[in-house]
């Protein structure tokens, strides 16, 4: 999907809303746990909740991973039950790779062919050869770690290097490489007051924003800081919508708290806009 | 396995050679195609072969997602026969993974619980929390993205922060995290005369070495620089080894390439212990 077509999306849904498939089988309604694919029926049921509310779903690729081959038949159906039914939903595949040239090569046919996902999130500690690879298919996209919503950011991302924290580097650095404008960013919330830098370097990239709602980020101040003439902004909740309750109505909780979120976008953008 | 045991196996073995199960079916002999898995059954001939000449086996992650469902049943495969077969051989999920910790450790209990790997490889830029949960198990170990082999690793791991290469804060800062003696570090082999600074900060780690062959890193030189008083080293090649011949004759001359290096690694622990 291009940038463009997310954008229309954004514009018409009056939603920048991301929705989170961290499906953790501790944690879904335990009516599901006797169903043939309890991952696949609680995702179907959430999209279909809320489909309506959101512009992208992004799959957290190691609560599929941590149940094996299981875990990876209920990640395929997912994202084919979406590129189906719902074609015009950006699709993140949240999993922070990256690797050298040729490994990142197979990653990146992983989550693009084999799995149709409009994009996957990458690490930058390897530099440009581990991340160009994912940047070599049309209408893709890679969305790169900059400044991460815990508290391990502090760690090496905000360590001076050339008289500017490292996350500012990486974003300079990654604007030389080949097919950049197939990149976006991972910005974490809980850190709204670092927008304002960033968009100083990347003015017209997009953002995908984590740490709203249960990691305690707020939603007014990453658009004060953070959005741009284009939205500019993925804004990303799992844990606050879909385990909104864990019985019956799970669903339809569901899709309360993303409607709330929505709303709260709607009378953002149309401040902005 | 406890880092103890694996000194032994080296000791015993004569060999700190890890060789990379990086199984790509456009390289693979052709009459292999025609099986029922075809990348189960030419790992299981190349450890056939080679599991008396080297210490620890990789599976590149990358390259069985690429062909997914299949590929993570051919990996599930390949740990498993491993384990039952020899039991005695470190094994290592070459991942790179890192998320903020809930996720972190769903990846932790992927590798180390569903498949039951000794090791699996991670990236450090989102910091302490994201390493953490993998160093939770008892017996298991996290390999650490230090200073990669990659052209890419000029990028930002040898940047100047405090004083030092971004990668040496790395090192130092990860000493300081909870069960830290469970961490391994990645060094590339193209990067040897970096081994003197590295084993100032830890003298006592295991190092996983990438980049002997192909990518043209010299064994006598990261060993030179590289080896403690408990070898510390362990010496990976995959394409070097695996695919040494395109032909029926495959795994004879993997294993011939592999007797190669252990033989040079036999004279070399000769000249130091």
Redesign the interface.
């Known amino acids: 999907m291009t940038t463009q077509a997310l954008v229309s999306e954004i514009k018409k849904k009056q939603s920048f809303l991301c929705i989170g498939l ?1 499906v ?1 089988l501790t944690k879904i309604p335990s009516h599901l746990l006797e169903v043939d694919d309890p991952i696949f029926e609680f995702n179907k049921a959430i999209i279909k909740a809320t489909h309506h509310l959101c512009v992208a779903y992004k799959p ?1 690729i ?2 599929y ?5 299981k ?3 209920s990640l ?1 159906k997912t994202i084919n039950y979406i590129n189906k039914n719902h074609p015009e939903i950006f699709t993140i595949a ?1 999993a ?6 040729n ?2 090569s ?2 990146a ?2 989550f693009f062919e ?2 149709d996902f409009d994009s996957v999130t990458v ?9 160009e690879p994912f940047l070599e298919f049309p209408g893709k996209h890679a969305i790169m ?1 900059a400044l ?10 905000t ?4 008289g500017q924290p ?1 996350y500012q ?2 974003l300079e ?1 990654s604007k030389r490489w080949k097919n950049s404008d197939q990149l976006m960013y991972v910005v974490g919330a809980t850190k709204a007051s670092y927008f304002a830098e960033i968009r100083k370097i990347l003015p017209d990239s997009f953002l995908l924003v984590p740490g709203i709602g249960t990691q305690g980020g707020s939603l007014a101040e990453v658009c004060n800081y953070g959005m741009n003439n284009q939205v500019g902004l993925l804004v990303n909740s799992s844990r606050g919508i879909i385990y909104a309750s864990s019985d019956f109505d799970f669903a339809s909780q569901a899709a309360q708290k993303a409607k709330a979120l929505q709303s709260e976008m709607a009378k953002i953008l149309a401040d902005y806009f």
Chains 1, 2 share one sequence.
């Open positions: 961290d953790d957290n190691a609560f991973e941590a149940y094996g081959l875990g990876w038949k395929e949240d922070k790779r990256g690797d050298i040239g490994t990142s197979m990653y046919k992983a084999d799995l690490a930058p500690y390897m530099g440009k050869d581990s991340i770690l991460t919503s815990n508290q391990g950011a502090f760690d090496f991302q360590l001076t290097t050339d490292l580097t990486v650095t």
